[in-house]
């Protein structure tokens, strides 16, 4: 435990010391991320796959916040699909649209869950974000999260259908257009992930709000469990299979990366709680203290007392 | 000579900028009134403009339905309806925009009264260099 909290100590001090170029860098790599992923699920525009083009958006998103990352990536993504599908699209981006004046209008600067929640179904661990964003954020992140997951199944979708989608020419643009909707709306799972990630971060963030002892941890674990059960609800009630397998090692692996964040962003000694009363003219206060926990990394200096290089000067003088 | 205690007021009031000063000065330079009724005229043109196209795609989407049983009366009760539920969802999305800026106005109010003592205390520390005629202590 001591080398762990150690660790962070370390991993702390190294953020604050190197976090100019650190920060750019986690940039380039999400951007890298998302663009890499686009391009291999829904890369149907050769021109925009082109490692040149690709290079230069990771290094303009690199230097610039997430909200001009998103919304590159939303028209990369737009770009491709149209090459596709432009009924698909065009639905695509009017509700792009409508979610920006709608949501972004208030700047919550929250729009890198919008990248990270496909990453995150992506890499078979959905339930994470909803745990992570319970711990971290507030209750509006269900917005961006849920329009995340609405990408993630688009994407799944065109993916799946661009055959259809790009060779039916026995439908007029309405009749493909009525087509599309209508499948969208009638992908349960995607409505069922919305649901579950909504649940998760509501439970989560609810319970870490509440001033009892491991309330972080509870909440992960009541988080998890949360999520699970409308996973098996949904399973009866709508018909939507989610591989069990999948289902329970996405559960645990997300319980872990939310205990890492918990341990590295929350970590106090409960043991140690002290309450505290006291008054005055217009308040009671009763204050409950809980200590952080805080190593601070063991700082070594290694003081040569004689050098090899003077001995051997001396011995020459002498 | 360099005054310690007044360099670190400097650096605390730069620092303070830097965080804060995005959130609090831009909003300071209205009135409660004029601030959040700004958002609230951008929010009620953003939302009928949302509305206008979700209507077109909802529209265009059941095309061949509204074509194929063209009946004026019901298409009248229809429009009766999309006015109501324009008119409940906007009002909605105006309460949140309300509650949502007068929070701000209060954080960036709160945070200009303590950018304003900290300037305060900066501007003694430089009349007491004035009176004593030095920096203050030697680092």
């Known amino acids: ?318 | 000579m360099l005054n310690e205690e007044k360099i670190k007021l400097m650096t605390s009031i730069g620092l303070f900028e830097k965080r804060e000063g995005r959130r609090i000065f831009p909003v300071n330079r209205f009135f409660r009134s004029d601030y959040i009724g700004r958002y609230l005229l951008k929010s009620f043109l953003g939302y009928t403009l949302c509305w206008m196209l979700g209507t077109a795609l909802v529209v265009v989407y059941k095309a061949e339905d509204l074509l194929s049983a063209f009946d004026f009366s019901k298409i009248r009760g229809l429009a009766g309806w999309y006015g109501i539920g324009y008119a409940v969802g906007l009002g909605g999305y105006l309460l949140i925009t309300c509650v949502v800026y007068w929070r701000r106005y209060e954080y960036a109010s709160r945070g200009m009264k303590v950018y304003m003592a900290k300037l305060k205390r900066l501007e003694k520390r430089y009349e007491m260099q004035g009176r004593t005629g030095h920096g203050g202590k030697r680092l």
């Open chain 1, 1 to 318: 435990m001591m080398a762990l909290l150690v660790f962070r100590g370390k991993l702390r001090d190294f953020y604050g010391k190197y976090d100019a170029y650190l920060i750019p860098l986690i940039k380039l790599s999400l951007s890298l991320t998302v663009f890499f992923l686009i391009n291999t699920n829904v890369g149907y525009m050769d021109k925009l796959k082109s490692p040149a083009v690709m290079a230069v958006l990771c290094v303009v998103c690199a230097f610039l916040p997430y909200g001009v990352m998103s919304f590159l990536a939303g028209a990369v993504l737009l770009a491709h699909i149209s090459s596709v599908s432009l009924e698909m699209a065009l639905i695509l981006a009017v509700l792009m649209i409508m979610v920006a004046i709608l949501y972004y209008g208030f700047q919550p600067g929250d729009s890198y869950l919008l990248l990270l929640t496909p990453i995150f179904f992506h890499l078979k661990i959905p339930y994470a974000i909803p745990l992570l964003v319970g711990l971290s954020g507030s209750l509006v992140s269900v917005v961006p999260v849920s329009c995340g997951v609405f990408l993630y199944y688009i994407i799944q979708y065109v993916k799946q259908n661009a055959g259809v989608l790009t060779n039916d020419a026995s439908l007029d643009i309405i009749q493909k257009y009525t087509q599309v909707i209508r499948n969208m709306m009638s992908n349960n799972l995607m409505m069922v992930m919305m649901v579950t990630c909504a649940v998760g971060i509501l439970v989560v963030y609810l319970i870490r709000m509440l001033s009892v002892d491991y309330a972080w941890h509870i909440a992960i674990v009541s988080g998890a469990l949360a999520q699970l059960a409308v996973v098996f609800v949904s399973d009866f009630l709508f018909d939507v299979s989610v591989p069990m397998a999948e289902l329970l090692v996405g559960t645990l692996v997300s319980m872990v990366l939310a205990a890492v964040y918990n341990f590295m962003i929350f970590a106090v000694d409960y043991s140690r709680t002290e309450y505290l009363q006291f008054q005055d003219d217009d308040y009671y206060y009763y204050v409950k203290a809980v200590p952080k926990i805080t190593v601070s990394a063991p700082d070594v200096k290694v003081q040569k007392i004689n050098s090899a290089k003077k001995k051997r000067r001396e011995f020459y003088e002498q």
